[in-house]
Each structure stands twice: as structure tokens, then as C-alpha cells.
């Protein structure tokens, strides 16, 4: 059988870090590939981590913003693991409360990273995805608060069972356009660009997950969406309550759930809860 291997995206530091430690202590018993865009920044973390004693961590470059690193990375993994047995989506970015950025331009930035840089990866690597592998999005508690501030219209289309990737797609378009034309709170949506992009990461997860039934029936794949909690991060700042490697803990859990488990699937993990969406 060919080796496990694992890839955790945005993994240099923060919660990615502190991702690819928790799969180290688990007791993931393949290769866990830390990605990050800067390739220096990555082979530093590399470092840290193996001066640590965790050994089995290996670094490969990925700008989840580029299609092109996306597939070079599935064409690694092909070529020397055959496949891919877990794939944490970690990595993103939130503009600070005093950028000034204007809104548009925020929304437009977030988007690309958040919701399309998830997208591409997903499109690159769910296609190598072994029989029982797992599959983590990193979305946020946030995307829930901002599905409550959106319109009704918009609520019910977010909600719909039977979206499509193309229709969602669609949807996070428009509130970039609505967004750099200022009037999205006119349109019904909420006034936060991060906000948005995680509805459109949690809708995505439940739309993929469904895609997996129907592809892959049997072969115990599950997909999940997921909320670390508030933690202190660069890009959260140092008054949140959770430290990196209390983050860390709702993601190691869904990626490491046993084989042969049925659930969760499609759903919003928080606090290894599920949560209503």
C-alpha cells in the first residue's frame, strides 16, 4: 500500500502551524506535507518543527491563489504517494477593522484567497482523494453570523440543499460586484468581506460533500467544514481567547476521524460540535 500523506495549506504558522503539530501528536502515520507560499518562511517552520522531534513533516510550496501550484502539488502527490488520504484547507486572510482599503477592493482581495484559493485547491486535489480520506475546510463561527445578516432571498438561497458550485460560484461574484459598486447592503448582504467569503467556504463544503455521495458512494469519504474558534494569530490578533494549538483541536479531530465512521459529513464543525447552519 502506498504511503499516507497528509497537506495542510497556509501551514508557516498560526493555526496551520499549530494543524500540522496536532497531526504529529495524533498520530498520523504518513508524510504531512506543510504548504505555504513563501518557500523560505516554509522551510523555516520545516526547521522549527523538526528540531522539535517531528520528523515526518515535508515542505512543498503552494500559492492556493495560483491554479497552476495547485496542480503542480496534485502532480507531486500523484507521482510519489499515488494519491492523497487528507487535505486540510487552512489557509486565508482577513483585512485588520482600521484597514483603509476601501470595501471593494477587501471584498475582491478576501475572496480570491478565501473562497476561490479554496475552490482551486479543492478542484486540484478531491480528484486524488484516497478511498476513507478526510477533508477539512477551515471556514469560521463568522460565516454563520453572516448568513443571519443577509436578506432572506439570500438566506434561503445559501441554505438550499440542492445549490450547485456553479450557482454558489455566481453568488460570491456578485457580492464582489455589488461590494466594489457599494451597494451590497442594498442587495442584502452583509458588511463583511471575511464574513462572506466563510458562507461561501461552509456552502462549498456542504456542496462537495454532497458531490461525494453521489460520485463516490462507499468509498467513506468524509468532508467537513470547520470553525477553530477565535485565536490568537496574526491575523486575529493577541486578544482572542484560544491560543493556536487550542484552534488546532476541531480540525486534528475531523481529519483524524476513524475509518468507518459515517459522520460528520457536510456539516459545520465548531468545538468538534455540529452546528446548524
Avoid at 434561503?156 to 455589488?178: P, Y
Avoid at 451590497?184 to 461561501?200: E, F, L, Q, R, V
Avoid at 476513524?258 to 459529513?265: M, R, S, V, Y
Wanted: aromatic share 6%; charged share 20%.
Amino acid at each position: 500500500m502506498s504511503q499516507k500523506v497528509a497537506v495542510v495549506t497556509g501551514a508557516n504558522k498560526g493555526i496551520g502551524l499549530a494543524i500540522v503539530k496536532g497531526l504529529c501528536k495524533a498520530g498520523f502515520t504518513g508524510d504531512i506535507l506543510l504548504t505555504a507560499r513563501n518557500e523560505k518562511l516554509g522551510q523555516e517552520a520545516i526547521a522549527g518543527l523538526q528540531s522539535e522531534g517531528f520528523k515526518n513533516v515535508v515542505f512543498h510550496q503552494l500559492d492556493i491563489c495560483d491554479q497552476g501550484s495547485c496542480m503542480k502539488l496534485k502532480k507531486f502527490l500523484e507521482e510519489k504517494y499515488g494519491g492523497l488520504d487528507v487535505l486540510i484547507n487552512n489557509a486565508g486572510i482577513a483585512f485588520k477593522n482600521a484597514a483603509t482599503e476601501p470595501f471593494g477592493e477587501q471584498a475582491e482581495v478576501t475572496m480570491r484567497t478565501n473562497f476561490w484559493g479554496t475552490l482551486w485547491a479543492c478542484h486540484a486535489l478531491l480528484p486524488i482523494l484516497r478511498a476513507n480520506a478526510r477533508v477539512v475546510n477551515v471556514s469560521s463561527f463568522v460565516s454563520k453570523k453572516s448568513l443571519d445578516q443577509c436578506s432572506a432571498e439570500l438566506q434561503a438561497k445559501f441554505r438550499n440543499k440542492d445549490l450547485s458550485e456553479e450557482e454558489l460560484c455566481l453568488l460570491m461574484g456578485e457580492f464582489v460586484q455589488d461590494a466594489q459598486a457599494g451597494d451590497h447592503s442594498a442587495k442584502g448582504w452583509p458588511n463583511t468581506a471575511y464574513g462572506t467569503t466563510k458562507i461561501g467556504v461552509t456552502v462549498l463544503s456542504r456542496i462537495q460533500a454532497r458531490v461525494l455521495n453521489e460520485t463516490r458512494p462507499g468509498d467513506g469519504i468524509l468532508l467537513n467544514a470547520c470553525c477553530p474558534g477565535w485565536v490568537r494569530t496574526d491575523m486575529a490578533g493577541p486578544k482572542a481567547p484560544k491560543s493556536p494549538e487550542e484552534g488546532a483541536e476541531t480540525p486534528v479531530y475531523l481529519a483524524m476521524l476513524p475509518e468507518g465512521a459515517k459522520e460528520p459529513h457536510g456539516q459545520l464543525v465548531w468545538d468538534k460540535t455540529v452546528q446548524e447552519w
